[in-house]
């Protein structure tokens, strides 16, 4: 069955329409709409993804493939439950061609709209005013779509009774799972680019590539030449006992320590330690600069200076990584079988890490880093 006069002939009550007052098979034009759907949406969402590099428009096409997929998977059962449920008797096939004429026939016009929205997508880049663009072709799309699928329903099926309610029950439910598909498969639309982009949502629920980013995220900061964070670390009863506030530049540090009770070390509030140099002062002698050696501050610089503190134990080469999205931050967790557990906070505007949490599960302190510059 052609699906092009299939499609286009329900305008002047032919086409599809013929075919199921007659009672013809549908299986061609079933088959034909999937392949059309799939095809179209994969090609505008390729074109929508191509001014943000490959992966991104390969990504872009998958999804849309996908969404499509599922949509109608989902879609046509509703379908046929609901016309069962109100009384209706029509075959699968006759019922099935409702959301596949939607599909099919909002899919041929993404697809015909993806030259423009390739050169859109070329020339505009991130612009975010691009997203209006994409609103008007894809409302069109489906206003088109849902015109097609009304007047089938009205012209294809003799009997009229109880047909109007299944109709609308079933286009509501697939509108909602379109919706559901469309935040289950990665904002495939943001036109920014987001910790998402080259994986998805679901990936990153998975851990597919999580540790690789966790890893990017600390080589960064220890690569940074200006910084500057909040180095916190508790005891087991949850007991501050180490605050710190660094401030690096270059190889240069200032280190203001509010707090130090360490177990077994002299405690310490509201001091200073300079590292100019590679030459090591505090201020510990009742507010008097006095130079000091590396050992002797040890205690205060080994736990709270780059390498270390955005290092992960050796450990978490075989940890299980997670990734969410939620408001405006991404976090990363990791979990080593000995339950140690990292986490990892980005913030979504600048991508830069906000938070740095290391939790232990045996007597050790947990250290906690907190990145308030970057």
Request: zero cysteines; aromatic letters at 10%.
């Amino acid at each position: 069955m052609n699906i092009f006069a299939s499609l286009f002939g329900i305008f002047r009550q032919g086409g599809l329409v013929s075919a199921i007052r007659e009672g013809k098979q549908l299986r061609g034009f079933a088959i034909s709409a999937i392949l059309v759907s799939i095809l179209g949406g994969g090609l505008y969402g390729l074109a929508m993804g191509a001014g943000l590099g490959i992966d991104t428009a390969v990504n872009n096409s998958l999804k849309m493939g996908l969404i499509v997929v599922f949509g109608l998977l989902f879609s046509i059962p509703i379908f046929w439950i609901a016309y069962r449920l109100l009384g209706r008797e029509e075959k699968l096939s006759q019922v099935a061609a409702i959301p596949l004429t939607f599909g099919a026939s909002v899919s041929i016009l993404l697809a015909i709209t993806s030259p423009v929205v390739f050169m859109l997508s070329v020339l505009a880049g991130f612009s975010p005013d691009a997203i209006y663009i994409h609103i008007v072709i894809i409302d069109l799309a489906v206003i088109v779509g849902f015109y097609l699928g009304g007047t089938l329903v009205f012209h294809g099926f003799p009997d009229r009774k109880r047909l109007v309610a299944p109709n609308v029950i079933g286009f509501l439910m697939m509108g909602v799972i379109i919706v559901v598909l469309i935040n289950f498969l990665s904002p495939f639309l943001s036109l920014q680019p987001t910790f998402s982009v080259g994986t998805d949502r679901l990936k990153d629920g998975l851990g597919i590539g999580v540790a690789q980013k966790a890893d990017q995220t600390l080589a960064a900061i220890n690569a940074a030449d200006h910084i500057s964070y909040k180095f916190q670390t508790t005891n087991q009863n949850g007991d501050l006992i180490q605050d710190y506030t660094i401030n690096r530049a270059g190889e240069d540090y200032l280190i203001d320590v509010h707090l130090h009770t360490v177990p077994g070390e002299a405690s310490h509030s509201n001091k200073r330690i300079w590292i100019v140099d590679n030459q090591h002062y505090t201020d510990f002698d009742d507010g008097r600069v006095n130079q000091v050696t590396r050992s002797e501050i040890a205690a205060y610089l080994d736990s709270s200076l780059p390498p270390n503190v955005f290092t992960l134990p050796a450990d978490f080469h075989t940890a299980a990584w997670r990734a969410y999205e939620s408001r405006s931050q991404y976090t990363i967790t990791g979990t080593t079988q000995a339950l140690i557990q990292a986490t990892l906070i980005l913030d979504a505007s600048s991508m830069r890490l906000a938070d740095f949490k290391l939790d232990s599960s045996d007597k050790s302190p947990t250290s906690t880093t907190h990145i308030t510059e970057i």
